[in-house]
């Protein structure tokens, strides 16, 4: 029985001992053969990418990129040049070709081949300016672009951190993690940057304002230079937001490189800019569905790396009215969807404030007289008799443009006092501002007509919108904001309107005559044609009957391309009428979950359509592929910075420079 017993265990042992002998043989066999692609990929993964050989993968570290004629070509750095310094993707195409820079600057621009490695701690600010007030606040806006840098160099400290957690964990010595020190600069013996200093000098000489105005200067000009191991970088502007665009700028001048681990900025650069056109804005509608603050402020920090200046924050219409006033929160806990699911006024306030340190000016809209109906349903409890009319009514089709219905009563003097004190309130949080929106838009003619019958109706608008005006001048302390807006209508062209004091924005088609008799009548303009510039196009529709929608979606492409000033064939006067134009997101069919998606990176489009105006219309039908390539970059950037902005193309394209487009 022994015996047997030992015989097993050797054959056993002699068994295991011709396995590993097989293997070994069959894994030189492999190696020998130099054709062999997977061979060759199979022993540079074993050796070179992991330490563990069960743990097989690609990461994009398989790829370098060369510039060749302006552009970055991929090739396999594993297979062919991995005794070369790997170059990342982005360090290629920011050192390659024409300046990525988005939206792209007007004036003279040149940028360097050379970049060299920082950290965020080498990095010293200086501002020179008259102006107490703008040196604050261009001070907090550069604490902004510090903490977006320190965004992007945290991703070298948790690589770093995760390895030092590994190497613990793998000493055994029973730690798990390494403390992450925020003066942790990255720069260390087997990794050094090659900058010891990098010297912002801001210099602001001309205008001490510090909120956006009709005609406010956002001119500036950029010079880097580099010489041993400091760059300096100037900045001259004549103004805050000058000075603001210009790190927007700055910061896409630099980047992280996932080689060398650590912030890069181009070497020598000059840069001259201004925007072609001074309202370049976004509109939220925070009624249909409410939005958090925190994913506003999200959007504002899109706004802000996109050089859009004015977020149009339509606060409340017929389906809620979110904003808890001071003076009515009746209106808020009559019309909210929920008590959390509102805008108090410290809320309002901190949103202006985030808004304001990134160049943006907040326009609050309070739509009048139609869109107002959940909320305003409490006036006869309160002895203010009915404020709005045919809230809820059905069949809402004979009454308003979408369900739920309500429209102001334009006959109840209680209605103007609420507005009065509501503009009040806003322009108060807000702050000093040149604009403001009094809504106008869609009234039903219908609905009044069931409690006005022997009244001309078209004059009833006419008459609420010159009380809401003389309202909204009281709230400002008797004189109105310099352009008063409202929506463009079937109403907007009666004469009753004035031309200096009103402007217009246009929503309709591009194509319809409401465009060409405003220019016309000499009204200013704020275009957000719906057949280029409605993000919210092209889902379908969200009821079962009617279109409740409008159809196709609008690409990137479709807003990028979008130049209306030149289909209208406007004279050098008239364009001077044309303010800007605006992208708007109606929200029936978007909440938060979708927000980032639906915006970005389609309001960068118009971004850079407002800011440059590129004329590009000897290739009418398509983009050009350099814009292709700027716009894939910056895209990646927002991404980078926590937007979750949609995709224009597959990775390979982004990859692969000009490939396939």
């Not at 062999?36 to 790829?63: A, C, H, M």
């Not at 040049?81 to 300046?99: I, K």
């Not at 010079?223 to 900045?235: A, E, H, L, M, P």
């Not at 219905?405 to 806003?426: D, H, I, M, S």
Request: hydrophobic letters at 35%; charged letters at 25%; aromatic letters at 12%.
């Amino acid at each position: 029985m022994a015996l047997t017993a030992f015989l097993r265990r050797t054959l056993i042992a002699l068994f295991a001992i011709m396995t590993f002998v097989l293997m070994v043989f069959y894994w030189n066999q492999d190696a020998l053969k130099p054709s062999s692609y997977l061979s060759t990929f199979d022993r540079l993964v074993r050796t070179k990418l992991v330490t563990d050989p069960g743990k097989i993968f690609v990461s994009e570290k398989t790829w370098t990129y060369k510039c060749v004629n302006d552009r970055c070509v991929r090739q396999h750095y594993l297979t062919e040049h991995h005794r070369e310094r790997r170059v990342p993707f982005l360090t290629c195409s920011m050192t390659c070709g024409a300046p990525n820079i988005w939206p792209e600057p007007t004036g003279k621009v040149t940028l360097g081949s050379k970049s060299l490695t920082f950290a965020t701690a080498h990095v010293k600010a200086n501002v020179e300016t008259p102006f107490e007030k703008v040196e604050s606040l261009f001070r907090d806006a550069f604490l902004v672009f510090m903490d977006d840098l320190r965004l992007i160099e945290s991703i070298a400290k948790e690589e770093k951190h995760e390895g030092e957690n590994q190497a613990a964990a793998e000493g055994g010595d029973g730690a798990t993690s390494v403390p992450k020190h925020p003066d942790d600069t990255l720069c260390r013996p087997d990794r050094p940057c090659e900058l010891d200093l990098v010297e912002v000098t801001v210099k602001i000489s001309k205008y001490p304002d510090v909120a956006l105005r009709v005609d406010t200067d956002e001119s500036y000009n950029i010079t880097v230079k580099s010489d041993g191991r400091k760059t300096s970088v100037r900045i001259h502007a004549k103004g805050f937001f000058g000075a603001r665009n210009a790190l927007t700028t700055l910061q896409q001048m630099i980047w992280y490189d996932d080689e060398d681990k650590l912030l890069r900025i181009i070497g020598r650069a000059y840069v001259e800019d201004a925007p072609k056109f001074g309202y370049r804005g976004l509109m939220l509608d925070t009624s249909r569905h409410y939005f958090s603050v925190e994913a506003i402020k999200r959007t504002l920090s899109g706004m802000a790396l996109s050089k859009l200046n004015r977020f149009h924050w339509h606060m409340t219409d017929s389906q809620s009215f979110p904003f808890v006033s001071r003076h009515y929160p009746q209106l808020a806990i009559h019309g909210a969807y929920s008590n959390h699911e509102v805008y108090t006024t410290e809320d309002v306030r901190d949103i202006v404030e985030f808004a304001r340190v990134r160049g943006i000016q907040v326009i609050p809209e309070i739509d009048a007289p139609a869109h107002a109906g959940n909320g305003w349903d409490w006036g006869p409890k309160h002895g203010m008799g009915e404020l709005s009319l045919c809230i809820n009514q059905q069949p809402w089709s004979f009454y308003c443009g979408e369900p739920p219905c309500g429209q102001l009563n334009p006959k109840n003097n209680n209605t103007y006092l609420v507005l009065q004190r509501l503009y009040a309130e806003l322009l108060e949080l807000t702050g000093p501002t040149d604009f403001f929106h009094l809504g106008g838009d869609e009234v039903n003619l219908d609905c009044w007509a069931q409690f006005f019958n022997d009244t001309d109706l078209r004059g009833l608008w006419c008459e609420f919108m010159l009380q809401a005006f003389q309202r909204l001048r009281q709230a400002h302390g008797g004189t109105a904001p310099k352009v008063t807006v409202v929506w463009s209508s079937g109403l907007t062209s009666t004469p009753c309107l004035s031309k200096n004091s009103f402007a217009v924005q246009v929503w309709g088609g591009s194509t319809w005559q409401e465009n060409f008799d405003l220019i016309e009548n000499g009204f200013n303009l704020i275009i957000s044609h719906v057949d280029a510039w409605y993000l919210d196009c092209g889902f379908g529709s969200w009821r079962s009957t009617g279109e409740g929608a409008c159809s196709p979606y609008r690409t990137w492409q479709n807003v990028y391309k979008h130049r209306p000033w030149n289909r209208m064939r406007l004279t050098p006067v008239q364009m001077k009428q044309i303010l800007g134009g605006e992208v708007c997101l109606w929200t029936e069919q978007v909440d938060e979950s979708t927000l980032d998606s639906r915006v970005w990176p389609r309001a960068a489009a118009l971004a850079e359509r407002l800011w440059t105006d590129p004329d590009d219309e000897h290739d009418f039908d398509a983009v050009h592929k350099d814009v292709f390539s700027r716009f894939s970059v910056f895209r990646n950037r927002l991404v980078q910075l926590g937007i979750k902005a949609e995709a224009i193309f597959p990775k390979y394209c982004a990859q692969n420079q000009d490939e396939c487009v």
